[in-house]
């Protein structure tokens, strides 16, 4: 593996190059940040904590095919005001 950061202005930007990142290998890595929400596109089947973003009705059947799904977010929903309203939920 290799990685690079850059940090400038308090803001902290980091690459990692490995062939394969495990779902706990990435979340490990972001916790050591201490943030309040981890947000990780790609792996539905996992049994963590989810927010379900349907594209559209031929979505509709992962809803009973997922587990641990707390929000789901649809095409219709203003989605930028959706997603700001479940991280505030979630870091309450």
């Known amino acids: 593996a290799t990685a690079t950061s850059v940090e ?3 803001m ?3 690459q990692a190059k490995k062939l394969n990142w495990t779902l706990e290998e990435q979340i490990q890595v972001l916790t050591y940040m201490n943030p309040d929400v981890i947000i ?4 539905k089947k996992a049994n963590y904590p989810k927010v ?5 009705e031929n979505d509709q059947n992962l809803i009973e095919q997922l587990s641990n799904i707390k929000y789901i977010v649809t095409k219709d929903d203003s989605n930028e005001v959706v997603i700001k309203e479940i991280v505030n939920k979630l870091i309450r």
Do not use: A, S
């Open 12 to 14: 902290l930007l980091m």
């Open 40 to 43: 990780i596109e790609g792996h």
């Open 52 to 56: 379900l973003l349907l594209r559209d």
């Open 8 to 10: 400038g202005e308090g």
